[in-house]
């Protein structure tokens, strides 16, 4: 879903919730706001691109892949499994999921075993 910003027309009258830009998520096929959900004054739409909802995940795709590596650095296999796995239900990304069963291994657990390992595993 893609979020639009909406700023108001007339500042004075809005209300804190539109008094600075807000962002709301529409689907693409939903009619731009003419006016605040909140206080019905007339808002606008500023930008006529629209930035797509994923980017939000994106950023945390970024700092849970960041803290895989850091536990692969330090040798936390368990952990930078657990953390991939659960992160490429998520992002159904298949990258991380292989990165998840690769870091299994190293943990010492064996792919039969992988199906029933539900639990963290402290190093
Ligand atoms: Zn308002």
């Not at 807000?22 to 006529?48: A, H, M, N, T, Y």
């Not at 992160?87 to 292989?98: A, L, R, Y």
């Not at 069963?101 to 199906?115: I, V």
Request: hydrophobic share 30%; glycine share 4%.
């Amino acid at each position: 879903m893609p979020i639009y910003e909406y700023e108001p027309l007339n500042p004075k009258k809005s209300c804190p919730e539109c008094i600075n830009r807000f962002e709301i998520i529409q689907g693409i096929d939903e009619e731009p706001l003419s006016r605040c959900p909140k206080c019905g004054q007339k808002v606008r739409k500023i930008i006529s691109w629209c930035r797509a909802a994923v980017i939000e995940t994106s950023d945390e795709h970024l700092r849970v892949e960041k803290k895989i590596t850091e536990y692969e650095q330090q040798g936390m296999w368990s952990h930078a499994a657990e953390l991939a796995d659960k992160h490429s239900e998520k992002v159904k990304d298949k990258g991380i999921k292989t990165r998840a069963l690769d870091n299994y291994k190293k943990a010492g657990y064996d792919a039969d075993s992988l199906e029933k390992h539900s639990k963290t595993n402290d190093i």
